[in-house]
């Protein structure tokens, strides 16, 4: 019997921060997220959920589940005007992308445009950069020796991209998909600067990532993050560390793919497609890449959200031959994975709890996505660490009251939602439910018959709001109210619209919607206290950067702490 939880009971909302308005095309951490963490606060809500903030890629639909690397952030979402205000961009620079042309939807982000706009803006940022010395300034070297681990061979895979455009890693030439010495020493000089380009990014991303998760924190709202389970193919993770995947050691082509077995949805099963692991490998190191990861992911977020949880006790490997000739996930097997030793050995190098003592439940900022196929063995798993799992209010209906989504059976140590990302807005559900569905709504909530329900999306953050689950979120399309068109993912799907929503101004964050939450929040236990006092103006953190090139130019190169 897993133990009471310490998360406080809160309310939070979850939108990827691509979904910001952005005069630049994507949203990003200019000063419209940090108007959301002001409208968060007068909501109440203390939690802001993120997906994966890797960068993406235009070759997966830029799904932040499909990244270039498990450790880099996004350079997408660094804000050209907080550029600007550290003195890299000129503010004559600051062109905002052109409206939407005849085809395309405002509400909807056009990556084609907005993608070479916002590089176009960062190229020109780096020669501001380089001209000021930022290369050797103090803050950009300790950045780039604590995140060495990752960064030099990130940096160096996304230059080789830029030589060798349209191509996977594995189509390179032999000596770099294998990663001779010599071969990576050539072509780290051969491209110095476009290599500093992708440092100078990242950089960048976690300067303002920072100054904006300060600032969240400092106003009482944590950042609840995201870690995907499987990493894409064609990214530096399986480029620069082949050992960690199950992949041919010559020609590293995958041996074993992801996916889920066959089931009463698909006769054919769910292949995903990406390398699965080389876990005995990985045990073997002492689960350096992964302690390694979550260190990284932790220096982002207050608390992990782990997709596909069930896949850390034991996950589908479909043979890689049968799934390239037959495009389907039957011929697979389940194998089981370390989870147990990982999270211990995670507890342990992270410091969440002291070596050589039994991890105990809760330690860990953690909780489980574990939807869909549940065995007991994951279920102990889970529990064992005291990890909160998931329950989502979309599939509670249309079955009897030992439905576990519903809000009588959901567990105290729980995230509650009305629906996810991955699921419609709750609006788009209601319209697409069955009479069946609706009828088990309107007679749970003592309102009767479906006409009796005038506002879909509100009746389920309510019941989420007042579940026992001791955190209830909501998308804030839901908050908003909107329908399916609003919908951020489709999972299956290879859609444009999928991961391309976004909020078209934060003139919707009205005092109005703040004061409706947040009143849900009192009622039910969940409030956020309103902050004191402000920190000061979140453009300082990236001034101080700026200011700190300066003395390095102004003392030859070196800046005394």
Same mark, same amino acid.
């Given at each position: 019997?897993?133990?009471?939880?310490?998360?406080?009971?809160?309310?939070?909302?979850?939108?990827?921060?691509?979904?910001?308005?952005?005069?630049?095309?994507?949203?990003?951490?200019?000063?419209?997220?940090?108007?959301?963490?002001?409208?968060?606060?007068?909501?109440?809500?203390?939690?802001?959920?993120?997906?994966?903030?890797?960068?993406?890629?235009?070759?997966?639909?830029?799904?932040?589940?499909?990244?270039?690397?498990?450790?880099?952030?996004?350079?997408?979402?660094?804000?050209?005007?907080?550029?600007?205000?550290?003195?890299?961009?000129?503010?004559?620079?600051?062109?905002?992308?052109?409206?939407?042309?005849?085809?395309?939807?405002?509400?909807?982000?056009?990556?084609?445009?907005?993608?070479?706009?916002?590089?176009?803006?960062?190229?020109?940022?780096?020669?501001?950069?380089?001209?000021?010395?930022?290369?050797?300034?103090?803050?950009?070297?300790?950045?780039?020796?604590?995140?060495?681990?990752?960064?030099?061979?990130?940096?160096?895979?996304?230059?080789?991209?830029?030589?060798?455009?349209?191509?996977?890693?594995?189509?390179?030439?032999?000596?770099?998909?294998?990663?001779?010495?010599?071969?990576?020493?050539?072509?780290?000089?051969?491209?110095?600067?476009?290599?500093?380009?992708?440092?100078?990014?990242?950089?960048?991303?976690?300067?303002?990532?920072?100054?904006?998760?300060?600032?969240?924190?400092?106003?009482?709202?944590?950042?609840?993050?995201?870690?995907?389970?499987?990493?894409?193919?064609?990214?530096?993770?399986?480029?620069?560390?082949?050992?960690?995947?199950?992949?041919?050691?010559?020609?590293?082509?995958?041996?074993?793919?992801?996916?889920?077995?066959?089931?009463?949805?698909?006769?054919?099963?769910?292949?995903?497609?990406?390398?699965? /692991?080389?876990?005995?490998?990985?045990?073997?190191?002492?689960?350096?890449?992964?302690?390694?990861?979550?260190?990284?992911?932790?220096?982002?977020?207050?608390?992990?959200?782990?997709?596909?949880?069930?896949?850390?006790?034991?996950?589908?490997?479909?043979?890689?031959?049968?799934?390239?000739?037959?495009?389907?996930?039957?011929?697979?097997?389940?194998?089981?994975?370390?989870?147990?030793?990982?999270?211990?050995?995670?507890?342990?190098?992270?410091?969440?709890?002291?070596?050589?003592?039994?991890?105990?439940?809760?330690?860990?900022?953690?909780?489980?996505?574990?939807?869909?196929?549940?065995?007991?063995?994951?279920?102990?798993?889970?529990?064992?660490?005291?990890?909160?799992?998931?329950?989502?209010?979309?599939?509670?209906?249309?079955?009897?009251?030992?439905?576990?989504?519903?809000?009588?059976?959901?567990?105290?140590?729980?995230?509650? /939602?009305?629906?996810?990302?991955?699921?419609?807005?709750?609006?788009?559900?209601?319209?697409?439910?069955?009479?069946?569905?609706?009828?088990?709504?309107?007679?749970?909530?003592?309102?009767?018959?479906?006409?009796?329900?005038?506002?879909?999306?509100?009746?389920?953050?309510?019941?989420?709001?007042?579940?026992?689950?001791?955190?209830?979120?909501?998308?804030?399309?839901?908050?908003?109210?909107?329908?399916?068109?609003?919908?951020?993912?489709?999972?299956?799907?290879?859609?444009?619209?999928?991961?391309?929503?976004?909020?078209?101004?934060?003139?919707?964050?009205?005092?109005?919607?703040?004061?409706?939450?947040?009143?849900?929040?009192?009622?039910?236990?969940?409030?956020?206290?309103?902050?004191?006092?402000?920190?000061?103006?979140?453009?300082?953190?990236?001034?101080?950067?700026?200011?700190?090139?300066?003395?390095?130019?102004?003392?030859?190169?070196?800046?005394?702490?």
């Amino acid at each position: 019997m897993p133990q009471e939880t310490p998360l406080p009971r809160a309310a939070g909302v979850v939108l990827h921060p691509t979904a910001l308005p952005s005069r630049y095309g994507v949203g990003d951490m200019g000063p419209p997220a940090y108007e959301f963490v002001d409208f968060l606060v007068k909501s109440g809500l203390k939690y802001w959920q993120v997906l994966p903030l890797g960068p993406t890629d235009a070759v997966m639909g830029h799904s932040p589940y499909m990244t270039l690397s498990t450790f880099a952030g996004n350079p997408l979402l660094i804000s050209p005007t907080k550029l600007a205000e550290a003195g890299y961009l000129n503010h004559s620079d600051l062109t905002p992308l052109p409206p939407a042309g005849p085809g395309k939807d405002a509400t909807h982000i056009d990556f084609d445009a907005a993608v070479p706009h916002k590089m176009k803006l960062f190229r020109k940022s780096f020669e501001h950069f380089k001209g000021q010395g930022g290369l050797s300034s103090r803050r950009f070297v300790d950045f780039s020796k604590a995140q060495g681990s990752w960064l030099d061979t990130f940096a160096l895979f996304m230059a080789l991209r830029d030589v060798y455009p349209g191509q996977t890693w594995n189509e390179w030439p032999r000596e770099l998909r294998l990663r001779t010495t010599s071969a990576l020493k050539e072509a780290a000089a051969t491209h110095s600067d476009s290599v500093n380009f992708h440092k100078y990014l990242q950089f960048m991303f976690f300067e303002q990532w920072g100054a904006l998760k300060r600032y969240a924190n400092s106003k009482g709202v944590s950042i609840f993050g995201d870690v995907s389970i499987y990493v894409n193919g064609d990214s530096s993770d399986v480029w620069g560390s082949p050992e960690e995947f199950d992949l041919h050691p010559e020609t590293r082509e995958p041996l074993g793919m992801s996916g889920v077995p066959p089931d009463y949805f698909s006769a054919t099963g769910q292949l995903w497609g990406h390398p699965v /692991y080389n876990w005995a490998e990985a045990e073997r190191n002492g689960f350096k890449w992964w302690v390694d990861r979550f260190r990284t992911t932790m220096e982002l977020v207050d608390l992990i959200r782990i997709d596909h949880f069930r896949g850390f006790e034991a996950f589908w490997r479909v043979d890689a031959q049968h799934a390239k000739k037959h495009q389907n996930a039957i011929e697979g097997e389940w194998v089981k994975a370390p989870g147990w030793a990982l999270f211990e050995t995670i507890a342990t190098q992270l410091g969440w709890k002291e070596p050589g003592r039994a991890c105990e439940p809760f330690e860990l900022p953690v909780c489980a996505e574990d939807l869909g196929l549940i065995t007991p063995e994951v279920e102990a798993l889970r529990d064992h660490f005291g990890f909160p799992g998931m329950k989502v209010l979309q599939f509670a209906w249309g079955g009897d009251s030992s439905n576990i989504h519903l809000p009588h059976n959901v567990a105290d140590n729980s995230v509650v /939602y009305p629906g996810t990302h991955d699921n419609d807005t709750a609006l788009g559900w209601w319209q697409r439910a069955s009479d069946k569905d609706k009828q088990h709504v309107a007679e749970y909530t003592g309102l009767g018959s479906p006409a009796s329900v005038s506002e879909p999306s509100w009746l389920l953050i309510r019941m989420a709001f007042a579940s026992r689950g001791r955190l209830a979120l909501a998308p804030l399309q839901d908050f908003l109210s909107l329908d399916n068109t609003a919908r951020f993912n489709l999972p299956g799907s290879f859609i444009a619209e999928n991961w391309s929503w976004q909020m078209p101004s934060t003139h919707c964050l009205t005092s109005a919607l703040a004061q409706r939450i947040r009143r849900l929040t009192e009622l039910y236990g969940r409030e956020q206290p309103v902050a004191a006092q402000p920190p000061p103006p979140a453009k300082s953190e990236q001034q101080a950067s700026a200011a700190g090139v300066a003395e390095t130019r102004k003392v030859g190169g070196r800046r005394d702490a």
